[in-house]
């Protein structure tokens, strides 16, 4: 299926623990706990629970001394990159570089000044640990509120742009820089303005985005346009509640972008006057059977004489279906006429053998 994303922007590669984000290398999903950190069993737990789901690498809040003093233990428990997130106090910083996580989370609008930023930074680069300069609306620079009056992307912008000068002068490059903020269109252009400006690895999300219905829907609309555009390294997508929720919302965003696809999509008709068979049940079994593939195809199962087998040729493979029978395509090529209760039958079995097939082409290379 033809992919019209926009190429993906060149970046340095940073280096996460067993991860690399930027360059070629996929992009990365990653979530936060919202465990006490002090807990260091119920962190662990968790992270390992998020990694079972697909999260390849897990936040956690440093509230206090007692959760810096905790990381080590933690990062000893789990098998995922472990990201400590400092705001506030730097010295929580410099502990979890002692404790030898695997990156640091730095907010610089409020880690208490550049003099303080310098510290940490020093210490980043002399341990050889990477970090994310992580901008937010919500805790900009007063100075830069007074200039423009409130957060806009400018600002935001600004700001990295400023501490990212302060890395420069203390030689240190290995870190990643985010831009968020809970509003869609100034994420987006603060996002963009910043890309086409320097090959530094992004880190993406709509901070504060919601309940689970609603933020998905909002981080989406947000981070939709800019993986389109080939923006973004790594990714969170934000969401009230259990953590492990975020984690299909993300694949499925980069999914639909065609950023990174680990399952097949399933593309169906909405429902509609001129359907003929039994689409809903058709469509919820296809998905069901290939629940635990991982072959990166589109999959349209469409019930309309009107567009389905136009649509049909344009995936990978489908069906489209009139009343009680149809056609089935594979590469834009009908193979064979199908009744409807033969359909699902006859669609996982030829993906199944797509399947086969590519493993044995991995084999042979």
């Given at each position: 299926m033809l992919n019209e994303s926009q190429p993906r922007r060149k970046t340095r590669v940073v280096k996460i623990g067993s991860v690399s984000i930027g360059g070629d290398h996929p992009i990365v999903v990653q979530s936060m706990t919202i465990t006490d950190t002090?807990?260091?069993?119920?962190?662990?737990?968790?992270?390992?629970?998020?990694?079972?789901?697909?999260?390849?690498?897990?936040?956690?809040?440093?509230?206090?001394?007692?959760?810096?003093?905790?990381?080590?233990?933690?990062?000893?428990?789990?098998?995922?990159?472990?990201?400590?997130?400092?705001?506030?106090?730097?010295?929580?910083?410099?502990?979890?570089?002692?404790q030898g996580v695997d990156k640091v989370r730095i907010n610089p609008g409020n880690i208490g000044g550049e003099k303080k930023f310098r510290q940490v930074i020093r210490a980043l680069r002399?341990?050889?640990m990477p970090s994310r300069i992580g901008v937010n609306a919500g805790s900009l620079e007063m100075d830069l509120i007074d200039r423009y009056g409130f957060p806009t992307a400018e600002a935001i912008v600004e700001s990295a742009e400023r501490h990212i000068a302060v890395c420069a002068e203390e030689d240190y490059d290995q870190f990643v820089v985010s831009l968020k903020s809970s509003n869609v269109p100034m994420s987006v252009r603060a996002y963009s303005l910043f890309a086409a400006k320097n090959d530094i690895p992004l880190h993406i999300g709509i901070t504060e985005a919601g309940d689970p219905t609603y933020g998905a829907i909002k981080s989406a609309a947000g981070l939709g346009p800019l993986l389109v555009n080939g923006i973004g390294d790594t990714v969170r997508v934000s969401l009230l509640g259990d953590p492990r929720i975020e984690i299909p919302v993300a694949y499925d965003i980069l999914k639909a972008t065609g950023r990174r696809i680990q399952s097949p999509e399933i593309v169906a008709c909405p429902s509609c006057g001129r359907i003929e068979i039994d689409l809903e049940k058709i469509v919820a079994e296809v998905k069901q059977r290939l629940g635990k593939s991982t072959l990166p195809i589109v999959v349209s199962v469409l019930g309309c004489v009107v567009n389905g087998p136009g649509e049909a040729r344009e995936a990978d493979i489908g069906i489209a279906?009139?009343?009680?029978?149809?056609?089935?395509?594979?590469?834009?090529?009908?193979?064979?006429?199908?009744?409807?209760?033969?359909?699902?039958?006859?669609?996982?079995?030829?993906?199944?053998?797509?399947?086969?097939?590519?493993?044995?082409?991995?084999?042979?290379?």
């Open positions: 002090r807990d260091v069993e119920a962190t662990a737990a968790q992270i390992n629970g998020l990694a079972e789901v697909g999260c390849e690498m897990a936040r956690v809040a440093v509230v206090d001394n007692g959760a810096a003093e905790s990381l080590g233990k933690i990062k000893s428990k789990i098998g995922i990159p472990l990201i400590a997130d400092i705001h506030f106090n730097y010295k929580h910083a410099l502990t979890a570089i002692e002399d341990s050889g279906a009139g009343r009680g029978y149809g056609m089935l395509f594979k590469k834009g090529v009908m193979i064979r006429k199908l009744q409807e209760d033969e359909m699902v039958d006859a669609l996982v079995d030829e993906i199944q053998r797509m399947e086969q097939e590519l493993a044995t082409d991995a084999l042979q290379a």
